[in-house]
């Protein structure tokens, strides 16, 4: 044990590990932000530059500490106690395992970890944790607000209707039993998924802005979907079909081809993504953005659980849904294959498309997408991406050819499609509008970069 220590202490804090020079109530919140995570350990003695102190200790010393950590701690926390010596100086090991039954707080606050630090935890995050531990999700619960009234029987046996075409199976239970044993009726009153779902009027929490830019600010046409989860989609994909373009390929076959400027399987992915995984508690709008090189996609809700934007690039992680409810209706449905699968697929169809990949990153206080029209195979995106890892010289070069290819772009997006920082393109910018190689024309909120 005492090697494992020793490694540990060299390693320094990190997500699962703290250093502190003596008990005090930092030492409860830490317990917490580890319960409330995937567990940890903290050695008190040491201190945050990693140098061994040690610290005095009895058997009274560590009843009383163990007995604060219970009794500050809410539903209590006992961690595991040892006591050990380095060096002939004291430490004392305190290994906190992750909780079954979340959030654990800490005189009515809530801390988890992220890297090596504690960080006080949001009301969403708060909720999140409760659900995750009985099982379940927001859209399970009873919506209190809406009543049977409030939903199309229409739209709850069109539903059904599409279950059974894909399950290939008839309901023998009429339309009631159905919505029971989907629990998306329970106690004889609906559940949010199921208002959701089937609302037949004006949905209050569901509003899908779609509309076609000109430039940041003029809007060609827009429309606003505030209706149930299947006509939005159907709605949404039916307005960007009508704003994209389309050529006809001629091919051995006797009807033509047609070929839409994006690929439609991925803008299909994203749409039903963004219904399945907003978080609508968030009192924002669901928007997508249809400009002449790119369509911006953003929902209310960041990444849910633990996933972040690195482990979603990498394509190894575990799939966890915030509405789980409505995606195992839209899964029973064939609206979705699987779980977790949908960014490698939207990734793919962008590739085999010939586009660039699309940017995934959280944004505000929900998710943002952006797929380009550009070429991504060997083109002026790929050396982009190529030159902003060589250097500045690369990177102005680089920049320099993106311009080129791209006349009209600003800072911002040319940060995007050369994946890198604003304030790297806006020092490139300078070196080539001092050298007299690009211009800005345009008014300040509107123009854009060209190449002389």
């Known amino acids: ?134 099982n379940s999700s927001w859209d399970y619960h009873l919506d209190t607000r809406h009543d049977f009234g409030d939903i199309s029987m229409e739209k709850v046996l069109g539903l059904i209707q599409k279950i059974e ?22 106690e004889g009153k609906l559940t949010f998924a199921a208002y959701l779902l089937f609302v ?30 299947l006509s939005q989609i159907e709605g949404a994909l039916s307005f960007i079909r009508k704003h994209l373009m389309v050529e006809y390929v001629i091919t051995g076959e006797a009807q033509r081809q047609e070929r839409y400027d994006y690929p439609l399987e991925a803008i299909r992915e994203i749409v039903i993504n963004m219904v399945i995984h907003r978080d609508y508690r968030d009192s924002g709008n669901s928007i997508i953005k249809i400009f002449d090189d790119r369509i911006e996609f953003f929902n209310p809700g960041k990444l849910y659980g633990d996933l972040t934007i690195a482990q979603l690039n990498s394509g190894h992680y575990a799939s966890r849904t915030r509405n789980r409810a409505i995606a195992n209706m839209f899964k029973e449905c064939g609206l979705i294959e699987r779980y977790g699968s949908g960014i490698k697929r939207i990734r793919n169809a962008c590739v085999k498309h010939g586009l660039a990949e699309p940017v995934f990153e959280e944004f505000q206080h929900g ?60 020092r490139w910018l300078k070196n080539l509008k001092e050298n007299g190689d690009i211009e800005f024309r345009g008014a300040s909120k509107t123009g854009g970069y060209f190449a002389k």
């Open 165 to 186: 075409k894909n399950k290939d199976r008839i309901f023998d239970d009429d339309p009631y039993q159905v919505l029971q044993k989907y629990e998306l009726v329970k």
């Open 1 to 134: 044990m005492i090697n494992d220590i020793l490694s540990a202490i060299s390693a320094g804090e990190t997500g699962t590990t703290e250093f502190k020079s003596s008990f005090q109530k930092e030492v409860i919140e830490t317990v917490v932000a580890f319960a409330n995570a995937k567990g940890g350990r903290i050695i008190i003695g040491v201190s945050d530059t990693s140098k061994i102190n040690g610290v005095e200790v009895n058997n009274e010393t560590l009843k009383d500490w163990l007995n604060q950590i219970k009794n500050n701690t809410h539903p209590s926390v006992l961690p595991d106690i040892e006591v050990c010596k380095i060096d002939g100086k004291t430490i004392v090991l305190i290994s906190v395992t992750e909780q079954p039954i979340k959030p654990i707080a800490f005189k009515n606050r809530y801390f988890k970890r992220i890297q090596n630090s504690n960080h006080l935890m949001s009301l969403d995050e708060i909720a999140n944790e409760h659900l995750k531990s009985i």
């Open 200 to 229: 037949n009027n004006i949905s209050a929490i569901t509003s899908l802005q779609v509309g076609r830019f000109k430039t940041e600010t003029d809007i060609i046409d827009n429309v606003d979907l505030n209706t149930d989860l």
């Open 367 to 426: 998710f943002h997408v952006v797929i380009y029209k550009e070429s991504g195979v060997g083109g002026v995106n790929e050396g982009a991406n190529e030159g902003a890892n060589e250097g500045a010289n690369e990177g102005v070069n680089a920049l320099l050819a993106l311009i080129a290819h791209h006349p009209g772009l600003r800072a911002p997006l040319l940060a995007k499609k050369m994946q890198t920082s604003v304030k790297n393109i806006e």
